[in-house]
């Protein structure tokens, strides 16, 4: 009986709350641009490490506030997401259906949206994230937002906020890539944002670190694969690849808040921060030969930091020529032309689609390292000739002779 009324009383009052604000929350009439109170990167410290902060700003590219839906992006919540697969923070999604408007709530101080929950914050932030990528675009890479958007269904994006997960591939343990839950979808373009977890500090799907490490992944998608996305490409599960993806994302992620430190403001546990942190770290591709690396323990994202880490000492070494927003672009053109020119490298330069499972540790080691110095040789002959030099020798550098053999730099690096 008291249970009873405990829970009638608990009724009443959600109910009361609901009709109070739920309702009226969305009639509070604003017009664009719109402004809201969001968790905005407000730049770095001394260290390099990012910094978050609570801020009013102002949405540019948002055209109907409740809805989260404007140019470049529109916001989903819920609905069911089927995944095939996980690659890092690249999931292959098979469908994806319901998802409702999100039913934001907040209240409106002196034109000011301010959030009365976690989620709408989280929702307005994440948005405005993408918002402020499309508003600098030009600005920090060099690409016109319309040329992206001839690759995009319907010219926008989507984003999911915390769909419902069904897992569909065999025998993956799928549920480690998605742990870290912010990922990307290359197969319709989607930003994918899942359950918050309990060892996060800014939240992940609200850190612009994090959302331009995946905006990264659609701009090479865009860069190697001309935005179409195939899922036979035999790119798609190659393990050097996949992790020069990871890297390219974080290079794009430096090119928006200048910070090679790109997680440690969400996550700062065992040396996943201090591995990813490309400015810092000095471990090199021969460093990752063993089937559990001491130096570095994040699998391809290892890779990755090479491939940024390399990108960035070019830019160090040629800042008084090339900014950032040069090499960005110079970087995305020489990569749209890196999967023609791999296509015509012999087989002993470039080793053909394999199944590893029954290779030695040595051989799998030394087969990545001939991809992974196909694709440089192959970047290296689409850059900037000025980079030539500076580029050259920091990949020599950070890659050495096992990820970027002499068969590869004859003629690009020698
Ligand atoms: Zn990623």
């Not at 109910?15 to 968790?39: D, N, R």
């Not at 902060?53 to 109907?64: D, G, M, V």
């Not at 996980?86 to 469908?95: F, H, I, K, T």
């Not at 110095?373 to 950070?398: H, I």
């Amino acid at each position: 009986m008291t249970s009873y009324k405990v829970r009638w009383s608990k009724f009443y009052f959600l109910a009361a709350a609901i009709f109070m604000t739920g309702c009226g929350e969305h009639k509070f009439s604003m017009s664009a641009p719109y402004k809201a109170v969001v968790l905005a990167f407000t730049g770095k410290d001394a260290n390099g490490r990012a910094e978050y902060a609570l801020a009013e700003r102002t949405f540019r590219t948002l055209t109907n506030f409740n809805e989260l839906d404007g140019t470049y992006l529109s916001l989903r919540r819920g609905g069911r997401l089927t995944i095939k697969d996980v690659n890092g923070s690249l999931v292959s999604s098979e469908s994806f259906s319901g998802g409702q408007s999100p039913d934001l709530r907040y209240q409106v101080k002196s034109g000011t949206a301010m959030s009365l929950d976690y989620s709408t914050l989280a929702m307005l932030s994440a948005y405005y994230q993408v918002d402020e990528i499309y508003s600098t675009l030009e600005e920090k890479i060099g690409v016109v937002p319309s040329d992206l958007q001839s690759v995009l269904p319907a010219g926008k994006h989507t984003m999911l906020f915390e769909p419902e997960i069904k897992i569909s591939g065999p025998g993956r343990d799928v549920s480690a890539g998605i742990k870290l839950n912010a990922a990307y979808s290359p197969a319709d373009k989607k930003f994918l944002l899942f359950q918050r977890s309990p060892i996060e500090a800014v939240p992940l799907a609200a850190n612009f670190q994090v959302v331009t490490h995946e905006y990264g992944h659609f701009i090479f998608d865009y860069s190697f694969q001309a935005g179409k996305y195939d899922a036979n490409n035999r790119w798609n599960d190659e393990w050097a690849l996949n992790g020069l993806n990871e890297g390219f994302a974080d290079f794009i992620s430096w090119s928006f808040t200048d910070s090679t430190d790109i997680l440690r403001s969400s996550i700062d546990i065992d040396s996943v921060a201090d591995e990813r942190d490309f400015g810092k770290t000095t471990f090199v591709f021969q460093d990752l030969a063993a089937s559990e690396p001491e130096a570095c323990k994040s699998d391809f994202y290892c890779l990755g930091s090479l491939f940024a880490r390399s990108l960035y000492e070019t830019q160090q070494a040629l800042k008084a020529t090339v900014s950032k927003k040069d090499l960005a672009l110079g970087t995305i053109n020489a990569i749209k032309k890196c999967q023609e020119a791999m296509g015509s490298m012999p087989e002993t330069m470039l080793p053909p689609k394999a199944d590893t499972s029954s290779m030695s540790r040595a051989e799998i080691f030394e087969r990545d390292g001939k991809i992974t110095g196909a694709f440089l040789r192959a970047f290296v002959q689409n850059a900037p000739a000025a980079w030539k030099v500076d580029l050259c020798s920091a990949l020599k550098k950070n890659f050495g002779t096992s990820g970027f053999p002499e068969a590869a730099r004859d003629g690009s690096c020698d």
